[in-house]
């Protein structure tokens, strides 16, 4: 599926190509709930990172996340590289450079009419915040960190693509 999106003042435009279109995965952790999720989560999307075509390349920068290992209580730098617009600061996409070829959009930043999913899949609520009520559908799925079902397996599991 091919997908547009942008900031919110509009100086930054993107599109790129994504095999897994479905907004399921919302994620609770302390990172995405603070630099995307207005709900307490945030919610990434799958994509080619080869088709990621930008405008407005000058306003977008990069904010890398500081996290603490809990058996050492040593820091390190997240290698997940976040980017937003430094004009209106939306999050816009997500790209680590232990997976290359992928991209993670933020549903927030899309402006294509994405497909609703039949299930959500809810993670890290180890770390959601004790505001946040998560509102779990019949058929949602719930982890405390990680599931091991990734994206395109997901998608690939409920026959669903782009």
């Not at 435009?13 to 709930?33: D, G, K, T």
């Not at 959500?120 to 019949?138: D, E, F, I, N």
């Amino acid at each position: 599926m091919h997908l547009k999106g942008s900031c919110h003042c509009g100086r930054v435009q993107f599109s790129l190509e994504s095999a897994q279109p479905y907004p399921f995965n919302l994620c609770y952790c302390s990172i995405c709930r603070k630099t995307a999720g207005g709900g307490g989560y945030a919610i990434n999307l799958g994509g080619d990172y080869q088709t990621l075509k930008v405008d407005g390349q000058e306003h977008v920068k990069v904010y890398q996340a500081m996290i603490t290992n809990e058996t050492t209580g040593e820091p390190r730098q997240s290698s997940g590289q976040r980017h937003f617009c430094s004009e209106c600061g939306s999050a816009l996409w997500l790209w680590d450079p232990n997976w290359p070829e992928l991209v993670h959009p933020q549903a927030s930043a899309i402006d294509t009419p994405l497909p609703m999913p039949p299930e959500r899949t809810h993670l890290m609520l180890g770390s959601k915040a004790p505001w946040v009520k998560v509102q779990a559908g019949p058929n949602d799925k719930l982890f405390d960190e990680y599931p091991r079902e990734s994206l395109a397996e997901w998608h690939a599991r409920l026959r669903l693509g782009g």
